[in-house]
């Protein structure tokens, strides 16, 4: 392919390359070879725009597990259109196209599916020696570190002594100094307090 | 895992390496396509058009009539390039806007002139002229310069294939709009105008709807 090579070249005596442009020159030329059928050029083309193209759908997707969908529309993609590349002309901006729309689909269909489908928490818990599940009951933890962040230091030690400990009023009053009455209240309040808070996580 | 998968993919892909027929640049691609309708165009308002009737409405404004001719010429032929360039990836975006400033011309000017009949004709400016015809021959000078058109800009399968049926339907119904101001011999009025813009809309409707079917896989 004469022609691509020379402009390419035409452009390399242009002025001083900086690295980007370098690359984009030399997918050019493999990019253009693939259209003739050059299968090791084209493998080395993917090859080396396969990071380019990942960190294009990384900035803009949720999750490592959708840029890997979304490369892989890409390339699908790519090579179904890789005749729309016109050699010669820089291969990023028509690469980052492709991606960019790919990504695009991705969103919509994440959209759909989080409007159609429920998540179901329990079904990950699939194992059954409970130490495997621990996932879970970290996250328990934290939500209820959470909830107890919520409450007044005496809110705190009320449920803490009473419900945690298991001591009697009687007890939990000579441990905190607080009176039975406030002991009482102060229990209540914060599992009310605890109750509103997890209503809000889960609603959220 | 998954990346895995993605190299597998390439491989997949590379082996798959067929020569292709690579795409012409958007621009000539767009030339060639348009050239040649626009003889037929020429050829048939040369041989059918109606010039006398046109320069009869728009008599004493014939700068008016230049320019709305001009902007509805403009609007079709912008339209229809802007399609070629989008249906490639990585153009330029702006292409999607381009054929809004004549668009936009030419609506006004349109308008203009139907509201200067309503004024001096007064309510008959708001009857339904025969724009019936007009509307039959739209959908069908449509049908003619769109099909071509269409088929031409599938070429390239563009990722993009609602912009590129947004912009090809508008320019073949402004291109069927400037034809049909040779064979239209009559004055129009709002209604008619309304007619008109109908059938431009219908246009670009059927071609966006059947974008997937017409333009291939998005």
């Given at each position: 392919v004469p022609e691509p090579l020379f402009r390419a070249g035409f452009r390399a005596n242009k002025g001083p390359e900086d690295a980007l442009s370098q690359a984009d020159t030399d997918w050019s030329l493999l990019l253009a070879a693939a259209q003739q059928g050059d299968g090791a050029a084209y493998r080395a083309f993917l090859e080396a725009a396969l990071p380019f193209?990942?960190?294009?759908?990384?900035?803009?997707?949720?999750?490592e597990a959708e840029v890997e969908d979304v490369v892989q529309d890409s390339l699908l993609t790519l090579h179904r259109v890789r005749h729309t590349y016109e050699p010669g002309r820089p291969v990023q901006p028509w690469l980052a196209a492709i991606v960019a729309r790919r990504a695009v689909d991705a969103a919509r269909r994440r959209g759909r599916t989080a409007s159609r489908e429920l998540h179901d928490s329990g079904a990950y818990e699939t194992f059954a020696d409970p130490a495997s599940n621990r996932e879970e009951a970290g996250d328990a933890a934290q939500s209820l570190a959470r909830m107890m962040a919520?409450?007044?230091?005496?809110q705190k030690e009320a449920l803490d002594?009473?419900?945690?400990?298991?001591?009697?009023?009687?007890?939990?009053?000579?441990?905190?100094g607080q009176s039975i009455p406030s002991l009482k209240v102060n229990v209540h309040r914060a599992i009310r307090r605890m109750r509103a808070a997890l209503g809000r996580a889960e609603s959220a | 895992v998954s990346e895995?998968?993605?190299?597998?993919?390439?491989?997949?892909?590379?082996?798959?390496?067929?020569?292709v027929r690579v795409l012409a640049p958007p621009s000539r691609r767009a030339l060639v396509t348009l050239l040649p309708l626009a003889a037929m165009g020429g050829l048939a308002i040369w041989l059918l058009g109606d010039m006398h009737t046109l320069t009869g409405r728009y008599a004493g404004r014939e700068n008016m009539m230049i320019l709305e001719l001009a902007a509805t010429l403009a609007t079709g032929l912008l339209a229809a390039t802007g399609a070629f360039f989008l249906a490639v990836p990585g153009r330029s975006r702006a292409w999607l806007w381009a054929p809004l400033p004549p668009l936009l011309l030419w609506i006004s000017l349109s308008g203009?002139?139907?509201?200067r009949d309503l004024v001096r004709h007064g309510s008959t400016g708001w009857r339904l002229g025969e724009s019936?015809?007009?509307?039959?021959?739209?959908?069908?000078?449509?049908?003619?310069?769109?099909t071509p058109l269409v088929w031409r800009l599938s070429r390239a399968a563009p990722i993009e294939p609602m912009r590129v049926a947004l912009l090809a339907g508008l320019g073949t119904a402004a291109l069927s709009a400037f034809l049909l101001q040779f064979f239209h011999p009559f004055t129009i009025t709002f209604m008619d105008l309304a007619m008109h813009f109908t059938a431009v809309a219908i246009v670009i409707l059927i071609v966006a709807v059947g974008?997937?079917?017409?333009?291939g896989v998005g």
């Open positions: 193209a990942r960190a294009l759908a990384r900035r803009r997707c949720p999750n919520e409450l007044t230091p005496k002594l009473v419900k945690l400990k298991e001591m009697s009023l009687a007890e939990a009053s000579a441990a905190s | 895995r998968r993605t190299e597998a993919l390439i491989a997949a892909i590379a082996a798959d390496a067929r020569p203009m002139g139907c509201w019936r015809d007009c509307f039959l021959f739209i959908l069908a000078a449509s049908l003619l310069l769109g974008r997937r079917r017409t333009l």
